[in-house]
């Protein structure tokens, strides 16, 4: 199976078969959207496979480079799109641990910057704790780089990797994302409420901005404005959509 889908990811770029989905993130106090998550969608010959799927087996055979470039390109043209149409959104573009640990990843980044003429702070690179700790101090010294060209940096999956909190000050980041593992239960228990509210208030205590992912209940909604959560991300508010659809949920607006 890994083999299978190995083999057509090699061709799945020229035959034009991915896709990048949007899904909108509520800014909680002021109940307004102005940032969202690119996501990528694969139709190998129509048919959908998984990101939790392919994107694995894209880092272990490294296809994952030319495919991390394609969506690098992708939201950039998106993001300058959408910077004419004058909407304020903020695009986040998930970095793999192989992209982020290339030599000229900084450079790629702000060459992009330059030739899509698209504002630093447009831009959000979501990376998880291990692309990081992968090497300490190269990763810190490329999270400065990255910062230092304006754009936004956020700590995906937090709360799965290395929970060692001390790196969590010296590294320059903007957001906390709480991983959905510590979301989805968090309505009824009361173990995983504890959590997610410690996270919360550590990430106040340093400063940073704090999003939950998976938002799927009400209940959980209520929680998190409980908690002082900035930002949440989930089925409850949207599943990640095409571009224009994604325009098309802005105009309508939201409420809750
Ligand atoms: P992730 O970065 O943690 O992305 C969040 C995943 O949660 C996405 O799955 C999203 O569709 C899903 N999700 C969002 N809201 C909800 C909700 O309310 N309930 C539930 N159950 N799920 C929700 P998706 O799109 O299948 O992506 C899976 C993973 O694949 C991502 O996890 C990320 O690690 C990777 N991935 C996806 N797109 C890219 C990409 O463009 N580049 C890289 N390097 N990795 C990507
Ligand atoms: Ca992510
Ligand atoms: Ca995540």
Redesign the pocket.
């Known amino acids: 199976q890994q083999l299978h889908i190995a083999r057509r990811l090699d061709t799945a770029i020229e035959k034009q078969q991915f896709e990048l989905y949007f899904?909108p993130k509520m800014h909680l106090k002021s109940q307004t959207i102005n940032s969202c998550?690119?996501?990528?969608r694969w139709f190998d010959d129509g048919k959908f496979v998984?990101?939790?799927q392919f994107?694995p087996i894209a880092e272990h055979s490294g296809f994952?480079l030319p495919l991390?470039e394609w969506?690098l390109d992708s939201a950039f043209a998106q993001a300058k799109k959408w910077h004419q149409q004058n909407l304020n959104i903020r695009l986040a573009?998930?970095?793999?641990a192989r992209q982020f640990t290339q030599q000229d990843f900084v450079q790629s980044i702000k060459q992009r910057l330059a030739h899509f003429n698209v504002p630093a702070h447009l831009i959000e690179l979501?990376i998880t704790e291990t692309a990081i700790m992968d090497d300490e101090e190269f990763g810190i010294s490329v999270l400065q780089a990255l910062s230092a060209l304006g754009i936004s940096l956020s700590i995906?999956?937090f709360g799965t990797g290395y929970s060692s909190l001390g790196y969590l000050q010296r590294f320059p980041v903007n957001k906390l994302k709480i991983d959905?593992s510590f979301v989805r239960n968090m309505a009824t228990d009361t173990r995983d409420q504890a959590l997610v509210l410690s996270i919360c208030q550590l990430a106040k205590n340093l400063g940073l901005d704090i999003i939950a992912?998976?938002?799927?209940e009400h209940a959980q909604l209520e929680k998190l404005k409980e908690y002082n959560c900035d930002l949440i991300?989930?089925?409850?508010l949207s599943r990640?959509i095409p571009a224009n659809e994604f325009e098309a949920f802005l105009a309508k607006g939201v409420s809750f």
């Open positions: 899904q998550e690119c996501l990528i998984s990101p939790a994107i994952i991390g969506i573009i998930n970095i793999s979501e995906d999956d959905q992912e998976g938002v799927e991300q989930g089925y409850l990640p």
